[in-house]
């Protein structure tokens, strides 16, 4: 990910330039370095060109859609995506998911709030982004790197692990910010990696939805109501996690659906 002298940098695709400018504003408070494009074709371009840890995408522009403009973004860049749209259709949302994004943010939306999620998001930025060191990697008192066993609830200190092991070769590295399978490469969104990062570190306990939706979510919407869409949501990443994965609900060999509770990740 491109990072500057002056911070990391963001890409705001957006046809409205009331909208787009104000989240130029909102990022660049946040400590990014902002480009703006005005459609779908220029943001492709634009986050080619300067490979954007964080990328705002409007759904309706003329041209490509935000949809179609997610799905070319997600052909060559691992950036976090940040849907803006005006549909309130769950549907929509799902769709959004199902293209690319990381997250979903509905018009009208609060400035301070989006604030929140984008420096949430930075911070969960893996090392090598900007060539700094990740808190994961080097904080006091974290497991040390092949150690797949999760933190002890409550035990000050620790922090999630470097690397995690799962069953058949599947090998997450958070410093890396990579997934393979018997040496494969695996290429996940930011919120994918997240949610198995999450299910390996926590294994072999098992994780409820609602659970997994407040850990995704950044610090200040925490204790925001979780609603049946939350949920759902954390059911299409399950679903775009498992293809990527190669895995099956019904066969799984990396996550196992737990009836009425939630997900396991199975250990090798």
């Known amino acids: 990910m491109s990072e500057t002298s002056d911070g990391p940098t963001a890409v705001v695709i957006d046809d409205d330039p009331d909208v787009r400018d104000l989240l130029v504003q909102v990022l660049s408070s946040a400590g990014f370095v902002v480009i703006a494009a005005e459609n779908g074709y220029e943001g492709v371009e634009a986050v080619r060109a300067h490979d954007p840890a964080l990328t705002t995408l409007d759904v309706n522009m003329p041209g490509i859609d935000g949809f179609e403009t997610a799905r070319r973004i997600r052909e060559y860049s691992n950036t976090y995506i940040m849907l803006i749209t005006a549909l309130t259709d769950e549907a929509d949302a799902v769709l959004g998911f199902s293209v690319g994004a990381d997250d979903v943010v509905t018009k ?21 982004d900007d060539g700094g060191p990740s808190d994961e990697a080097e904080s006091v008192g974290a497991a040390p790197a092949g150690d797949s066993r999760p933190a002890p609830a409550g035990e000050p200190g620790r922090h999630p692990v470097t690397v995690l092991r799962g069953a058949a070769g599947l090998l997450v590295n958070r410093a890396t910010h990579s997934v393979t399978i018997d040496d494969t490469v695996v290429a996940l969104t930011r919120t994918e990696f997240e949610l198995l990062a999450i299910l390996l570190q926590a294994a072999p306990e098992v994780r409820s939805k609602v659970e997994l939706v407040a850990l995704l979510r950044p610090p200040a919407a925490t204790s925001a109501h979780i609603a049946d869409s939350d949920e759902r949501t954390v059911e299409t990443h399950m679903t775009n996690l498992r293809r990527k994965l190669g895995d099956s609900a019904a066969e799984p060999r990396f996550i196992e659906t737990v009836r009425a509770v939630g997900y396991r990740a199975l250990l090798p």
């Open 108 to 128: 009208p939306f609060r400035a301070r709030e989006l604030r929140a999620r984008v420096l949430a998001a930075q911070r969960r930025r893996p090392q090598g």
